[in-house]
């Protein structure tokens, strides 16, 4: 059986990728937010939840204990953020970190929204936790799974992404971590 925290788990993308992950029995699941009044998911009875800030460390750590694999995603202070989490991961013993970042955040000149973005990523490569980071393009809402990624250093690609897209990826990041293993990625819809 494997534990997963899902950190920011009232989000458009985190919620979508909870119900393709509802249905396998192999997962715990732990959903982290500020506000459980923001789950809509379909059914959540098998899952744990608890509402924190993921600056709260002392409440994130009671949360991450015990965890196989954390996937955040996440908007705000991103680089303390990412120090929280990692911390919070180093101290119970957590394995895999998944982290949302941004498209762009290794163009030079770099934008100023993206420097957060770029901050938190330097935070987890640096952690030496297994990781997986995912730099997606812009959000569209339809209703797809077509995605294709470029790993760090490679030109990035496209200029869109379905949510339910970067979701499908997420759940498999989450179901075989093991191929995902300190991977830095680019997610755009082909020919976008």
Known sequence: MTNVL?????GGIAQIVIDLLLDNKDLNLTLYLRNAKKLVNKDLSKCRIVEGDVMDLEKLKEATKGQDIVYANLAGDLENMAKNIVKAMKETGGKHLIFISSIGIYDTPIKSVLVPYRKAADVVEASGLDYTILR?????TTHEVDYETTRKGEPEKGSVISRKSLATLITKIIESPEKY???NLGVNKPNS
């Open 136 to 140: 997606p393009t812009w959000f569209t």
């Open 181 to 183: 293993a300190r991977e």
């Open 6 to 10: 899902i950190i920011g788990a009232g």
